[in-house]
């Protein structure tokens, strides 16, 4: 079934051609700045946006919900920034994402000042979509990319991801001194900043990702008389044809199922890491540095990542990205006190994260044709949010019932299936 294929595959001629080449390269260099400045507003969602929602709420129970609240945002806008993709081209969709994720900065510096939860939970639900057009960002990567270097390519804009996420964090302070100027409440600051940095991210997209890659890709293809199935102009349609192309091109359905699981074993042992290390007498110092370090194996390597799956093929670095994420749950499973051994472990969980998120997405473009790629590539994000948040829920009570160690057996246990289709594709050569 030549569905099984890369559908790219014989489409290369007009990929390598001088003109294209130029347009990609500018095309992977905005996109990496807009990932960095917009990756700073993420950043601190993560870390600070707990913060905020206990400060305004005056509630601990406040502070799990604002991150609830960022995860379901992201999980719900998966597949309608797709489908704006779909019609109005990766330009429009990924600065309105940016756009309204700015919108929810707004809204939650609002609740700060005005002690508000409804604001607080609309901000953070509107703030989550940054997280999703973040995400969905790698992909504008690999529309123009030629095969043999769309992982490479796409990798790029995954590493740019490194900088926002180390500087958002730490935004704390900056944020108290423009929070005193502007005579705001303490962790305000913070969210101005932040709510600039997606505003700015938005404005970079609009203004300078012309021509558009994916609109560019398709008028190629048409011009060299390539199949453009699917492209009717209906949503449901179009999201039912991507449906039914992961059905029917295993190869496809195989990337997908990669990035949810690889996302949902990354999330149910990070949330669970800090918890385990404290009640092994960690402190908050030696925490900071181990979730440094898996930050680090997710992201710093992810173009050498790149660089392999286009030598070795995606489907064998993603079989590696399994062999790793094996070795991270025996590490961070056996460590107990050892800080040491969860730290090494911490950072082979990115690791393998890093291997499955940047073969997988890579396959899953080079096995779907344009004229579906963004509706794919959506409904593979959304569940691979809504997976990875029903895993970290999970993680808690798992842990509580058959300790970290456990916690890590079960989450390697989920590299199985993975491996099991594997074998399948391999057999079906």
């Not at 704006?84 to 609002?110: E, F, K, P």
């Not at 044709?369 to 997976?387: E, S, Y």
Request: charged content about 10%; hydrophobic content about 50%.
């Amino acid at each position: 079934m030549s569905t099984e294929h890369d559908v790219s595959a014989n489409a290369t001629s007009w990929q390598t051609e001088s003109p294209v080449r130029s347009v990609q390269k500018r095309t992977v260099r905005v996109l990496a700045a807009a990932q960095i400045v917009g990756g700073v507003g993420v950043g601190v969602s993560v870390s600070i946006g707990s913060l905020l929602a206990e400060s305004v709420a005056q509630s601990e129970t406040y502070a799990g919900l604002a991150r609830t609240a960022t995860t379901a945002g992201a999980a719900a806008v998966g597949v309608p920034l797709a489908l704006l993709a779909q019609r109005r081209g990766r330009r429009t969709s990924l600065s309105t994402g940016w756009l309204v994720a700015a919108v929810g900065g707004i809204l939650l510096v609002g609740s700060a000042v005005s002690r508000s939860i409804p604001l607080l939970i609309a901000g953070m639900l509107l703030f989550g979509i940054g997280s999703a057009t973040n995400q969905q960002s790698r992909y504008a990567a690999a529309d123009l990319a030629a095969p043999h270097r769309r992982a490479q390519d796409l990798s790029l804009v995954v590493w740019s991801t490194t900088i926002g996420s180390v500087i958002g964090p730490n935004l704390a302070d900056p944020g108290a001194a423009v929070a005193s100027a502007l005579h705001l409440p303490r962790l305000a600051g913070a969210f101005v900043l932040a709510t600039v940095c997606m505003a700015l991210a938005s404005a970079l997209l609009w203004g300078l990702l012309r021509p558009d890659p994916l609109v560019l890709s398709r008028q190629y293809q048409a011009a060299e008389g390539l199949p453009e199935s699917g492209t009717g102009t209906s949503q449901t349609g179009t999201l039912r044809a991507g449906l039914r192309h992961l059905r029917h091109a295993p190869r496809a359905a195989f990337a997908c199922v990669t990035i949810v699981v690889a996302h949902t074993i990354m999330a149910a042992v990070m949330t669970m890491t800090p918890v385990s290390m404290s009640q092994h007498g960690a402190g908050l110092t030696i925490v900071g540095v181990t979730i440094s370090g898996h930050l680090l194996g997710m992201y710093a390597f992810s173009p050498l990542v790149g660089w392999l799956s286009d030598r070795i093929g995606h489907l064998s670095t993603v079989v590696a990205g399994q062999a790793v994420f094996l070795g991270s749950a025996v590490l961070s499973g056996m460590g107990g006190d050892s800080v040491g051994m969860v730290m090494a472990g911490l950072f082979l969980l990115g690791l393998g994260w890093s291997f499955s998120l940047v073969a997988g997405s890579a396959m899953l473009s080079d096995t779907t044709p344009a004229a579906l790629r963004p509706g794919v590539q959506g409904t593979t994000d959304t569940a691979m949010n809504v997976v990875a948040a029903v895993g970290a829920g999970l993680a808690g009570p798992l842990m509580g019932w058959i300790g970290f160690g456990g916690l890590n057996a079960a989450a390697g246990a989920l590299v199985l299936p993975v491996l099991a289709f594997w074998a399948f594709l391999v057999r079906a050569r």
